[in-house]
């Protein structure tokens, strides 16, 4: 499905069901990028390369996933 | 029991504490045999993410909704209007109610007058449960006690 149906379809349902899949896919979204900061690291990205891929500055790379990851 | 709450939106990743994890607190905290609600933390996970699941799949995105994984931030996280909005009522409905504790089943009651489109009432509904018919009996057994 292209990508304007997928929002399309997501406008045309029970608002609750729209509401509730912009929601999980957010936490699709932090988890596939928990995921992927890890791996990473694991391949010697700085967090300034990080960042730059995440579209955020290294501190809030290293703020946000840091703790969990070297 | 809140202190569940968050542990729940923790587990499933959530980024917010919202009514439907305060009733997932209250499933967790509480015996299924003699609680009202009747169903125990895993068979509402199970009902929950099929929920997720209906959403994505009524949106048009057939996947699996992510079962729970460490959320990446850690540290607070917020309570919806919503779920402060139902701990409030829980202390004017203790207080109405005349009790000198405030207990789960005061959360239990609060939860069951929120909105037809609350998180926690779309939860309970997915259940096959009867918001009305669960504070009647939770007003029932609140006063057989007191």
Known sequence: ???????????????????????????????IEARHVAAARLAGWSWQEIGDALGVSRQAAHKKHGKNIV | MVTAAVAEAERRG??????????????????????????????????????????????GIPIDPPTGMPRSRTGHIPFTSGAK??????????????????????????????????????????????????RAEVIRSLRKTA
């Open chain 1, 1 to 31: 499905m292209e990508l304007d149906q997928v929002i399309t379809t997501a406008e045309s349902p029970d608002p609750a069901d729209g509401l509730r899949a912009a929601q999980v896919l957010r936490r699709v979204a932090e988890q």
């Open chain 2, 14 to 59: 959530d980024d917010h504490v919202g009514t439907d994890h305060l009733l997932a607190g209250l499933c967790a905290t509480s015996d299924p045999s003699i609680s009202p609600v009747g169903i125990g933390i895993e068979e509402l996970r199970t009902i929950w993410l099929g929920l997720d699941r209906a959403a994505l799949e009524a949106t």
């Open chain 2, 85 to 134: 909005e139902t701990l409030t009522a829980t202390l004017r409905e203790t207080l109405e109610l005349g009790s000198r504790k405030l207990e789960p089943e005061h959360i239990l009651i609060a939860l069951t007058l929120r909105s037809p489109r609350d998180p926690a009432i779309r939860l309970l509904d997915a259940a096959g449960l009867n918001p009305d018919a669960i």
